[in-house]
């Protein structure tokens, strides 16, 4: 899967490009920092995109069940928790290296929603 979402940064746009095993920034055509994610992470990103929105939120037990079904094995809340908190700081550091000012979180509400625009 490869997904990219518009970041609007003073009167300049870039993206944010998610390709399942990383995430960067690009300004134009040029990568401008970028952030590996593990499995899980990716497992949680790519479920929030594909089945979250403002009119449709996906719970976190919604994210719990379909992680025992793809990674065979159990998934805590707290392990959740601590996967987005995760990928919150990877986002927060891809800002920071492309200089980027946005103060929005990448994921606004743990079991609600993603915060960009497709």
């Known amino acids: 899967m490869h997904c990219s979402f518009n970041i609007n940064n003073n009167n300049e746009s870039l993206q944010l490009i998610y390709n399942e095993e990383k995430i960067y920034i690009k ?15 990716s497992f949680v ?5 594909e089945h979250s929105s403002i009119s449709n939120p996906q719970s976190a ?7 025992k079904l793809h990674f065979d094995e159990e998934f805590s809340l707290y392990a959740l928790k601590n996967i987005i908190a995760s990928i919150r700081k990877k986002y927060r550091s891809l800002c920071k290296k492309a200089k980027v000012d946005n103060n929005s979180e990448l994921i606004s509400n743990l079991y609600h929603r993603l915060n960009l625009k497709h």
């Open 27 to 41: 300004r134009d055509s040029n990568k401008i920092s970028e952030e590996t994610l593990n499995s899980k992470e």
């Open 45 to 49: 990103f790519k479920y929030l995109i």
């Open 61 to 67: 037990r919604d994210v719990e069940e379909s992680f």
